[in-house]
């Protein structure tokens, strides 16, 4: 028991220093950036008052090294900043907009990982005319730019035929509650959620292919088959088991392309994410706010990576080795 | 024994259809390089310019893949982006590559505290996400044309440095390394003109790939509206036409088909090259 | 310093770390070259014999100065080698040159034979090409393989393994050396192909008589068939040293006898009338090694001396043997 908490301690000295690494770029950021940095940090617009108040609160008349250590406690602490534009405190908009994205992110993972793995392996036991479609297919999938395919889907499905809505999580004005509410979110969910599993079952069908073809060369496919287990039992049961780790470890470390991935399909469908923050506080010049999603977005994905590692050395005991 | 010949006999099939996935990707860049190289004499309206047509006409005579919201020739934008988006591609590459190289190969040559160091920098880069920070980067030092080349470069360059140090340290074991040295070989020599050529299959297909990631970030950039405005940009083009999916659709899908097809073709040609750069090491 | 010995080793030490405690400090050394010193004189030949894991491919390395040494000295031609700083050393390298054990992982396979023995006197010389490729030709030619032409422009992978060992010969000889090490030249070779590299060696070893060899195997036949005088190591440490002809024919530290013991003999009346030790134990992991003589763990003469004291050399019919059975003499 012990070794695994070993290994869980030594992962968290791994990762917890990247924290530091995100806030100290962003910090060298503001501050490389050209002009003063004071309106970076207070957004352009902002009257007298609220610039020198904004100076002064984060010590910019001080030493560098100062300064860097006031920005590390203010960003530990939470405070990432106020939008002048939005007249909110910077991490209060964005942690009202996170329970959104990580929906969507994580309903696109679980879509993509079933799916894909239950195409893959068909893909892998069947060769032929299907698993070359199917090559292409992912091929193709893995190549479309998310942006494009949300604009596409919503175009086919929400324009022309009119399936599903046109964007955001629910309907406005409708006031439903309970199951409806529930019902009309899930409708929302469909398109922006398919548009993003689309790359990822692309890719875990390719792997989960690969992954699988090469454990059914193994011998102990071959002693299976001896026994006289079914070809589907062979294929589901023994091959998959053994093929799954090259998967999980892939879909574990992705969650960070899905993120990105879901910022900019949030823009597509105007879900009220972090993506459709950051395309609007671009758009106004918010700086503080896109400074802000950068830290929390990579922050988010630091622990996840930093989740999936433990769980996965905890699945593997030959991981924890290293 | 049925089911081994017929194992076989797949096999076989697919060792070809690998090669013909080089073949394919090859053609589909060449195209994409020719059509960039060639923009202006394939266009016949400057892509910028405004009104040159009525705005949100669907695709007609004069302009095949339609006009935007402010009159511009879509086609003529696509073509260019395409220029916009190759050119971006290959540059910020080329930044990552010597970049990249330079910190792994003396990460991977000299081992002691400066590869420590190095690799402590490097590992740490690789976990933020690329896109943000490329986001963020633009943002703040404007966005300009070189910035964008600069930000991706600056966001590629640790996963070279990783691959490339990977393969010095595998390769610098090698027999004819130690009788280089056991010649007199002087180290620069033994860098570039031992470990370095031994090294090319492996970082060949990574480049490629690497390539296709810049685009992509290119586009996605553009697409949030981070770009140059004065540069045609496929990301751009799909930015504007956001706001119009509902009327015109042609606005956003033929800049979305060519970015597609760039990336279709490079992921053929990056994912061809690694099976085939492979098994031919193995054979020997 | 100055005799006539081409090659001075003395007390040579290679210990690399072996494990390390949480901190970082090491805690033990894997001891693979432990207090080596020899001579070889001019024009000589030396084998050095020894299991693998002796400690005889690092000994080797640490004379051409591929790896630093833990302590020690080698002096060549008078000229302690650790001395010399880069450039110097580089100087010296056309004089000191080594064949390795596996032709095919020596030789880069991305270049032509041509460029891999052009590459030498380009480094080394300031010849003009053409000078250069007759140069190269008249190489190709000395190690057997003609017509030079037809190996020239070809990869490594395209050669047999016997032609690429002749290759990493010519390579080494081009510059004329005085000291040639060849590490187990001919056991990564197909059997029938080892008869005509050791011939090559030999011939070799005829034209350029003020060369040295030293030859390093556990074989100890391809010794014999080259060097004159021999050098037995075990676990980092020589336990005999002498003419090859008298070691084989007689030898002294029990060691060596259970080497030799293990070359078959043609004829079965002197293969049955043989003193044949029986082979015991492993050899001992050289990080820890037991205190004393390193062997007396598998040695059947041990006494109690032995495990404790490592012996001395002790001079015994002009040889030199490291085992407390000849202290008397």
Same mark, same amino acid.
């Given at each position: 028991?012990? #070794?695994?908490?070993?290994?869980?301690?030594?992962?968290?000295? #791994?990762?917890?220093?990247?924290?530091?690494?995100?806030?100290?770029?962003?910090?060298?950021?503001?501050?490389?950036?050209?002009?003063?940095?004071?309106?970076?940090?207070?957004?352009?617009?902002?009257?007298?008052?609220?610039?020198?108040?904004?100076?002064?609160?984060?010590?910019?008349?001080?030493?560098?090294?100062?300064?860097?250590?006031?920005?590390?406690?203010?960003?530990?602490?939470?405070?990432?900043?106020?939008?002048?534009?939005?007249?909110? #405190?910077?991490?209060?908009?964005?942690?009202? %907009?996170?329970?959104?994205?990580?929906?969507?992110?994580?309903?696109?993972?679980?879509?993509?990982?079933?799916?894909?793995?239950?195409?893959?392996?068909?893909?892998?036991?069947?060769?032929?005319?299907?698993?070359?479609?199917?090559?292409?297919?992912?091929?193709?999938?893995?190549?479309?730019?998310?942006?494009?395919?949300?604009?596409?889907?919503?175009?086919?499905?929400?324009?022309?035929?009119?399936?599903?809505?046109?964007?955001?999580?629910?309907?406005?004005?409708?006031?439903?509650?309970?199951?409806?509410?529930?019902?009309?979110?899930?409708?929302?969910?469909?398109?922006?959620?398919?548009?993003?599993?689309?790359?990822?079952?692309?890719?875990?069908?390719?792997?989960?292919?690969?992954?699988?073809?090469?454990?059914?060369?193994?011998?102990?496919?071959?002693?299976?088959?001896?026994?006289?287990?079914?070809?589907?039992?062979?294929?589901?049961?023994?091959?998959? %088991?053994?093929?799954?780790?090259?998967?999980?470890?892939?879909?574990?470390?992705?969650?960070?392309?899905?993120?990105?991935?879901?910022?900019?399909?949030?823009?597509?469908?105007?879900?009220?994410?972090?993506?459709?923050?950051?395309?609007?506080?671009?758009?106004?010049?918010?700086?503080?706010?896109?400074?802000?999603?950068?830290?929390?977005?990579?922050?988010?994905?630091?622990?996840?990576?930093?989740?999936?590692?433990?769980?996965?050395?905890?699945?593997?005991? %030959?991981? %924890?080795?290293? | 024994?049925?089911?081994?010949?017929?194992?076989?006999?797949?096999?076989?099939?697919?060792?070809?259809?690998?090669?013909?996935?080089?073949?394919?990707?090859?053609?589909?860049?060449?195209?994409?390089?020719?059509?960039?190289?060639?923009?202006?004499?394939?266009?016949?309206?400057?892509?910028?310019?405004?009104?040159?047509?009525?705005?949100?006409?669907?695709?007609?005579?004069?302009?095949?893949?339609?006009?935007?919201?402010?009159? $511009?020739?879509?086609?003529?934008?696509?073509?260019?982006?395409?220029?916009?988006?190759?050119?971006?591609?290959?540059?910020?590459?080329?930044?990552?590559?010597?970049?990249?190289?330079?910190?792994?190969?003396?990460?991977?040559?000299?081992?002691?505290? =400066?590869?420590?160091?190095?690799?402590?920098?490097?590992?740490?880069?690789?976990?933020?996400?690329?896109?943000?920070?490329?986001?963020?980067?633009?943002?703040?030092?404007?966005?300009?044309?070189?910035?964008?080349?600069?930000?991706?470069?600056?966001?590629?360059?640790?996963?070279?440095?990783?691959?490339?140090?990977?393969?010095?340290?595998?390769?610098?074991?090698?027999?004819?390394?130690?009788?280089? $040295?056991?010649?007199? =070989?002087?180290?620069?020599?033994?860098?570039?003109?031992?470990?370095?050529?031994?090294?090319?299959?492996?970082?060949?297909?990574?480049?490629?790939?690497?390539?296709?990631?810049?685009?992509?970030?290119?586009?996605?950039?553009?697409?949030?509206?981070?770009?140059?405005?004065?540069?045609?940009?496929?990301?751009?083009?799909?930015?504007?036409?956001?706001?119009?999916?509902?009327?015109?659709?042609?606005?956003?899908?033929?800049?979305?088909?060519?970015?597609?097809?760039?990336?279709?073709?490079?992921?053929?040609?990056?994912?061809?090259?690694?099976?085939?750069?492979?098994?031919?090491? $193995?054979? $020997? | 310093?100055?005799?006539?010995?081409?090659?001075?080793?003395?007390?040579?030490?290679?210990?690399?770390?072996?494990?390390?405690?949480?901190?970082?400090?090491?805690?033990?050394? @894997?001891?693979? @070259?432990?207090?080596?010193?020899?001579?070889?004189?001019?024009?000589?030949?030396?084998?050095?014999?020894?299991?693998?894991?002796?400690?005889?491919?690092?000994?080797?390395?640490?004379?051409?100065?591929?790896?630093?040494?833990?302590?020690?000295?080698?002096?060549?031609?008078?000229?302690?080698?650790?001395?010399?700083?880069?450039?110097?050393?580089?100087?010296?390298?056309?004089?000191?040159?080594?064949?390795?054990?596996?032709?095919?992982?020596?030789?880069?396979?991305?270049?032509?034979?041509?460029?891999?023995?052009?590459?030498?006197?380009?480094?080394?010389?300031?010849?003009?090409?053409?000078?250069?490729?007759?140069?190269?030709?008249?190489?190709?030619?000395?190690?057997?393989?003609?017509?030079?032409?037809?190996?020239?422009?070809?990869?490594?992978?395209?050669?047999?393994?016997?032609?690429?060992?002749?290759?990493?010969?010519?390579?080494?000889?081009?510059?004329?050396?005085?000291?040639?090490?060849?590490?187990?030249?001919?056991?990564?070779?197909?059997?029938?192909?080892?008869?005509?590299?050791?011939?090559?060696?030999?011939?070799?070893?005829?034209?350029?008589?003020?060369?040295?060899?030293?030859?390093?195997?556990?074989?100890?036949?391809?010794?014999?068939?080259?060097?004159?005088?021999?050098?037995?190591?075990?676990?980092?440490?020589?336990?005999?040293?002498?003419?090859?002809?008298?070691?084989?024919?007689?030898?002294?530290?029990?060691?060596?006898?259970?080497?030799?013991?293990?070359?078959?003999?043609?004829?079965?009346?002197?293969?049955?009338?043989?003193?044949?030790?029986?082979?015991?134990?492993?050899?001992?992991?050289?990080?820890?090694?037991?205190?004393?003589?390193?062997?007396?763990?598998?040695?059947?003469?041990?006494?109690?001396?032995?495990?404790?004291?490592?012996?001395?050399?002790?001079?015994?019919?002009?040889?030199?043997?490291?085992?407390?059975?000849?202290?008397?003499?």
């Amino acid at each position: 028991m012990s #070794q695994a908490l070993n290994f869980i301690v030594k992962r968290l000295i #791994q990762y917890i220093p990247m924290i530091f690494v995100v806030i100290v770029i962003n910090f060298m950021l503001i501050n490389l950036a050209p002009g003063d940095p004071t309106y970076i940090l207070a957004g352009e617009i902002g009257d007298e008052e609220f610039i020198k108040a904004t100076r002064s609160r984060l010590g910019l008349d001080r030493p560098i090294h100062e300064r860097l250590l006031i920005y590390i406690s203010n960003v530990l602490r939470g405070d990432l900043g106020y939008s002048y534009l939005r007249s909110e #405190q910077v991490s209060k908009l964005i942690l009202d %907009r996170i329970p959104a994205t990580i929906f969507l992110v994580l309903s696109a993972m679980a879509l993509s990982a079933a799916v894909g793995i239950l195409i893959g392996t068909v893909a892998a036991a069947r060769r032929g005319t299907l698993d070359v479609t199917l090559s292409i297919l992912s091929l193709i999938g893995i190549s479309i730019p998310y942006f494009w395919l949300g604009q596409i889907i919503l175009i086919v499905f929400a324009v022309y035929l009119g399936l599903f809505p046109l964007g955001g999580m629910v309907t406005v004005g409708a006031g439903y509650k309970g199951f409806d509410y529930v019902l009309d979110v899930l409708r929302h969910m469909v398109l922006p959620v398919l548009t993003l599993a689309t790359f990822n079952i692309a890719y875990t069908t390719k792997i989960t292919r690969a992954s699988v073809l090469e454990s059914l060369t193994q011998d102990y496919i071959v002693t299976a088959r001896a026994k006289g287990l079914s070809e589907r039992r062979v294929v589901f049961v023994h091959a998959l %088991r053994n093929a799954l780790i090259p998967v999980v470890t892939y879909t574990g470390f992705n969650t960070g392309v899905l993120l990105v991935g879901a910022i900019l399909t949030e823009t597509v469908f105007a879900w009220p994410g972090m993506g459709s923050l950051l395309y609007d506080s671009i758009k106004l010049r918010d700086y503080p706010v896109v400074l802000g999603i950068f830290i929390y977005g990579s922050i988010i994905i630091i622990i996840a990576n930093l989740i999936v590692d433990i769980l996965y050395g905890l699945i593997d005991p %030959r991981i %924890r080795v290293r | 024994m049925s089911t081994n010949t017929n194992q076989k006999k797949k096999v076989k099939r697919s060792r070809i259809l690998l090669n013909s996935r080089v073949y394919a990707g090859l053609i589909i860049v060449s195209a994409v390089v020719v059509i960039a190289v060639f923009a202006p004499l394939l266009t016949w309206f400057p892509p910028l310019k405004t009104l040159v047509g009525k705005p949100f006409t669907p695709p007609n005579e004069g302009h095949p893949f339609g006009t935007d919201d402010l009159g $511009r020739d879509i086609y003529s934008n696509v073509i260019y982006g395409i220029r916009t988006s190759l050119t971006i591609g290959l540059s910020s590459v080329l930044i990552a590559i010597v970049i990249g190289t330079l910190i792994g190969v003396l990460a991977g040559y000299y081992r002691g505290f =400066l590869e420590d160091f190095l690799m402590r920098i490097t590992d740490m880069t690789l976990i933020l996400p690329q896109f943000l920070l490329a986001l963020v980067i633009v943002a703040i030092f404007g966005q300009s044309f070189t910035n964008i080349i600069i930000a991706i470069g600056i966001v590629s360059w640790p996963g070279l440095a990783r691959l490339i140090r990977a393969e010095f340290l595998s390769i610098k074991e090698r027999q004819f390394v130690e009788a280089a $040295r056991a010649i007199g =070989l002087p180290d620069s020599r033994i860098i570039f003109g031992e470990i370095l050529p031994n090294a090319i299959p492996a970082v060949i297909p990574y480049i490629i790939l690497q390539v296709n990631s810049a685009i992509l970030i290119e586009a996605g950039l553009g697409f949030l509206g981070v770009g140059d405005p004065n540069v045609p940009s496929l990301g751009l083009m799909l930015n504007t036409a956001q706001q119009y999916l509902l009327t015109s659709w042609w606005m956003a899908v033929y800049p979305g088909i060519m970015l597609s097809m760039i990336v279709v073709g490079l992921n053929l040609l990056g994912d061809g090259l690694v099976e085939y750069l492979n098994p031919r090491l $193995r054979k $020997r | 310093m100055k005799n006539s010995a081409l090659l001075h080793v003395i007390n040579l030490k290679k210990y690399f770390p072996a494990g390390r405690s949480f901190f970082g400090t090491v805690r033990s050394y @894997v001891k693979a @070259v432990d207090d080596v010193s020899f001579q070889v004189e001019k024009g000589s030949s030396l084998g050095i014999v020894g299991e693998s894991g002796s400690g005889k491919t690092t000994l080797a390395r640490v004379i051409l100065r591929l790896i630093e040494p833990t302590s020690g000295t080698v002096y060549f031609d008078g000229v302690n080698i650790f001395s010399l700083d880069k450039n110097e050393l580089r100087k010296l390298r056309p004089q000191i040159q080594m064949v390795f054990q596996d032709p095919m992982a020596s030789l880069n396979p991305r270049k032509k034979i041509k460029q891999i023995l052009e590459q030498v006197y380009k480094l080394h010389t300031t010849l003009d090409l053409k000078t250069i490729n007759e140069k190269v030709a008249n190489l190709l030619e000395r190690v057997g393989l003609t017509p030079p032409e037809l190996f020239l422009e070809r990869y490594p992978h395209e050669l047999s393994g016997g032609q690429r060992q002749r290759v990493c010969i010519a390579r080494a000889i081009a510059l004329n050396p005085r000291l040639l090490i060849a590490d187990e030249p001919v056991s990564a070779l197909d059997v029938s192909i080892r008869g005509q590299i050791i011939n090559l060696l030999l011939d070799i070893h005829r034209d350029f008589p003020e060369m040295v060899y030293i030859v390093i195997s556990h074989d100890i036949a391809l010794i014999k068939s080259i060097c004159e005088d021999t050098l037995v190591m075990y676990a980092g440490k020589v336990v005999e040293q002498g003419k090859t002809e008298d070691i084989i024919k007689k030898p002294l530290h029990p060691y060596t006898s259970m080497l030799l013991s293990a070359i078959p003999v043609p004829d079965p009346d002197i293969a049955k009338s043989r003193d044949r030790p029986t082979i015991t134990g492993e050899t001992p992991s050289l990080i820890n090694p037991p205190p004393g003589c390193r062997f007396h763990t598998r040695c059947p003469y041990a006494i109690e001396k032995c495990r404790k004291e490592p012996p001395p050399f002790y001079n015994v019919e002009g040889r030199e043997v490291a085992c407390y059975l000849y202290e008397k003499q």
